[in-house]
């Protein structure tokens, strides 16, 4: 059974920083892909980043931009997201998401384009 496994989320005062790791466990397939969303109480899951692990093109939500970094490992098939200049809006839980096969770049946001999920890390930031 693919598992994704995500850790490095916490606690943290705004401005500060995490880095959030992404790695499978058990089977493992080669990704084409991997993306990291998030969910806040009350929301729907929304897109935050997302890496071409071959290529390593990038994808960013807007409110990602400048502050997210999303970096990658095809060997490895695992996936990272350094969050700095963090704010209590990015308070949500963080899932790790992994696609064997990406057609269209253009749909790397949307959560159907992932066949595989991880279970989610906690990011509270504090005000």
């Known amino acids: 059974q693919v598992q994704l496994v995500e850790s490095g989320g916490g606690l943290v005062q705004a401005g500060g920083s995490l880095r959030l790791s992404c790695l499978p466990s058990?089977?493992?397939?080669?990704?084409?892909?991997m993306g990291w969303f998030r969910q806040a109480p009350g929301n729907e899951r929304e897109f935050v980043a997302a890496?071409?692990?071959?290529?390593?093109?990038?994808s960013y939500t807007e409110n990602a931009k400048g502050r997210f970094t999303i970096s990658g490992a095809y060997a490895q098939n695992t996936v990272y997201l350094q969050m700095n200049s963090l704010k209590p809006e990015d308070t949500a839980v963080y899932y790790c998401?992994?696609?064997?096969?990406?057609?269209?770049?253009?749909?790397?946001?949307?959560?159907?384009?992932?066949?595989?999920w991880g279970r989610g890390t906690q990011v509270t930031v504090s005000s």
């Open positions: 998401a992994a696609a064997q096969i990406l057609t269209d770049w253009n749909t790397i946001s949307v959560p159907d384009s992932y066949g595989y």
């Open positions: 058990g089977r493992t397939h080669s990704y084409a892909a």
């Open positions: 890496i071409n692990l071959r290529s390593e093109r990038t």
